[in-house]
């Protein structure tokens, strides 16, 4: 099966950085666009960033300038490097992806997710 794996998640101080990693492995023909999406308790999750397969990257407002979202197409893996940490990072962070089975008669990626990495951001 065709899944996502985070790691990267922990604690950390305000101020400080953490780096998430996410792989895609299974029957994998293409990985299209790959993000990163957050949730607090009780809210919707929401997008922190994403990234096509050739490079462009979109962030949302709140992590521009702190946060920078890179992949290795060859690895088919996605990064998230945050810097300058604030509480308010503080959510479960999501790896997503859209996997193109390495099946006949798939044209278009299928959204997966990953389970999720906790980051903690407290003094």
């Known amino acids: 099966q065709m899944q996502l794996v985070e790691s990267g998640g922990g604690s950390v101080q305000p101020g400080g950085s953490l780096r998430l990693s996410c792989a895609a492995s299974?029957?994998?023909?293409?990985?299209?666009?790959m993000g990163w999406f957050r949730q607090y308790p009780g809210k919707k999750r929401e997008l922190v960033a994403d990234?096509?397969?050739?490079?462009?990257?979109n962030y949302a407002d709140s992590v521009k300038g702190r946060f920078t979202i890179s992949r290795d197409n060859a690895k088919n893996m996605v990064y998230l490097q945050m810097n300058s940490l604030k509480p308010e990072d503080t959510a479960v962070y999501y790896c997503?992806?859209?996997?193109?089975?390495?099946?006949?008669?798939?044209?278009?990626?299928?959204?997966?997710w990953g389970k999720g990495t906790l980051v903690t951001v407290s003094s």
């Open positions: 299974g029957n994998i023909f293409r990985v299209d666009t």
């Open positions: 997503n992806a859209d996997l193109v089975p390495a099946e006949p008669g798939y044209y278009y990626g299928i959204p997966y």
């Open positions: 990234i096509t397969s050739g490079g462009s990257t």
